[in-house]
């Protein structure tokens, strides 16, 4: 059975600094892409970054260009997001996602929380 588990949300002050992990287990994943996507209080669910299978493409939504860099470690089967200068436009809840042609996964979730 396939698992995604996020780590690494929180709360943190505008301007700081967070890195999410999402850790896949039941399958390997090196050969998928493996994205992150977000949602707002009251808000649909947005893309944030996707990354290919070897790690050299890379994705990212206009609004967190520059400030996150989507990563991973195949040798983990996990997908990391460094996210930088952080504002309180980007607190969400932050869900891992992999999607294959005949399969889509979702993590829990982990929630980011960026204070003024």
């Known amino acids: 059975q396939v698992q995604l588990v996020e780590s690494g949300g929180g709360l943190v002050q505008a301007g700081g600094s967070l890195r999410l992990s999402c850790a896949a287990s039941g399958r390997t994943f090196s050969s998928t892409w493996m994205g992150w996507f977000r949602q707002a209080p009251g808000k649909e669910r947005e893309f944030v970054a996707v990354?290919?299978?070897?790690?050299?493409?890379?994705v990212h939504e206009d609004s967190v260009k520059g400030r996150f860099t989507i990563s991973r470690d195949n040798a983990k089967n996990t997908v990391y997001l460094q996210m930088n200068n952080l504002n309180p436009g980007d607190t969400a809840v932050y869900y891992c996602?992999?999607?294959?042609?005949?399969?889509?996964?979702w993590g829990q979730g982990t929630q980011v929380t960026v204070s003024t």
């Open positions: 990354i290919s299978p070897g790690g050299g493409g890379t």
């Open positions: 996602n992999i999607y294959t042609a005949a399969d889509e996964f």
